[in-house]
């Protein structure tokens, strides 16, 4: 598997897995599905521009590093719209955003190969 | 008349054993001896840098064997030739350095000693690739380099081998690769320790079995196993626990586990200690 297929992989499950934890915010509890679909598609995000990365150097601390801050600048413009109940949720989503980023970072560094393999 | 003092008679007598080497070479000091001969420090006056001169009484086979195994773990030979006397000679590189038996000895930790070891097992996988077969593997024939090189010495052709490292089955001209993994086997559990990690007594173990047929089939399966280790992968030779298996695990996966930790204490602390600015619970 190359490393922007693991980081889309582990971007997917773990932005969905973070999106799950929606569910013990009763206010955003009813918004689940389009929080789920959301996050997994900002995981995916991270995990492509990680795997990218990881392509080119190889370094976990880079990788996981990178991924961090793409996650938290994309964590930030989920957050800056405003949830049903009119609110702002910039610190429950942008920071686990961060720390999942960091964690599909290294992921990609770690795992995969660089380049596609052959049938 | 004045008789000769100890010293004196020392001295003469080590005179009187030196080689004459041909012009290019001064002789100093005798460094080490061996089954296969002497081998003396001397200065190369053409490109003026130390050399390692051995002289042995028997053919240049060893200086053939050594020349022909072009490795990085493997002593290069520059020169060879006869004396006057009629003892043969080759010099090679002066490694400065200790012997692997002291350079264990000044490692704390296993995993230096384990390098050292998978540099000798690809000098031997390559000797035994081109059909030679070392037959005296032990400590005092590793030397360890300035920067971490690591040469395996003492090519000596006719070599009978140390006991204690001999395989069983050994005899003065075995040629099957399998008494080198046992001399192999014995070196890696000396270097281990007694209280060495398990995994690799079981590898030493099973490298050194009396029973040739019990042994890794060849070097490359010695060194993966050895690889495996460092890698904190599972090894062939030993079948780990539970808690062993899940020790390992945790400390190949060290920085992902605490990423995870670090994503759950976020979480935790969010829904804990934020709960009425978030609306949580």
């Given at each position: 598997m190359t490393k922007p297929l693991v980081g889309v992989a582990a971007g997917a499950a773990l932005g969905f897995l973070d999106g799950l934890?929606?569910?013990?915010?009763p206010a955003v509890r009813n918004e689940i599905a389009g929080i789920l679909i959301g996050s997994s598609i900002k995981g995916i995000m991270v995990g492509v521009a990680a795997g990218f990365l990881a392509r080119r150097v190889n370094s976990p601390a880079i990788g996981a590093g990178f991924a961090a801050i793409a996650g938290l600048l994309l964590a930030w413009l989920v957050a800056s719209f405003p949830a049903a109940d009119g609110r702002h949720y910039y610190l429950e989503i942008m920071l686990p955003g961060f720390v999942t980023g960091a964690i599909i970072g290294f992921i990609t560094q770690k795992y995969g190969t660089h380049t596609p393999t052959k049938a | 008349m004045t008789g000769l003092g100890d010293s004196t008679l020392r001295r003469l007598q080590d005179a009187a054993g030196r080689p004459d080497p041909p012009l290019r070479y001064r002789v100093e000091e005798e460094i080490g001896r061996g089954g296969t001969g002497v081998v003396y420090r001397a200065w190369?006056?053409?490109?003026e840098r130390f050399v390692a001169f051995k002289v042995s009484a028997g053919p240049l086979d060893e200086a053939r064997t050594a020349a022909r195994l072009e490795h990085p773990s493997i002593v290069p030979v520059h020169d060879a030739g006869t004396l006057p006397d009629g003892r043969s000679y080759y010099v090679m590189k002066l490694v400065d350095g200790p012997r692997l038996d002291e350079f264990a000895l000044a490692s704390p930790t296993v995993a230096p000693k384990l390098r050292a070891f998978r540099k000798i097992c690809d000098a031997v996988e390559y000797a035994h690739s081109r059909g030679?077969?070392?037959?005296d593997i032990k400590p005092r024939n590793v030397m360890v380099g300035r920067f971490g090189e690591v040469f395996l010495l003492d090519?000596?052709?006719?070599v009978m081998g140390t006991p204690g490292y001999m395989?069983?089955?050994?005899?003065?001209d075995s040629n099957d690769p399998a008494v080198d993994i046992h001399a192999l086997g014995v070196m890696l559990r000396n270097l281990a320790g007694a209280g060495g990690p398990r995994p690799i007594l079981a590898i030493a173990a099973k490298a050194a079995?009396?029973?040739?047929?019990?042994?890794?089939?060849s070097v490359a399966a010695l060194s993966e196993d050895v690889d495996r280790f460092l890698d904190r992968l599972p090894v062939s030779a030993y079948r780990e626990s539970i808690p062993e298996r899940a020790r390992r695990f945790c400390s190949r996966n060290s920085v992902l586990l605490l990423l995870f930790a670090a994503y759950v204490l976020v979480r935790a602390a969010l829904y804990f200690l934020r709960p009425a600015a978030t609306g949580f619970r």
């Open positions: 934890s929606a569910w013990f915010t | 190369d006056d053409v490109l030679v077969v070392h037959r090519w000596g052709a006719g395989a069983p089955e050994q005899t003065e079995s009396a029973a040739p047929g019990g042994r890794y089939p």
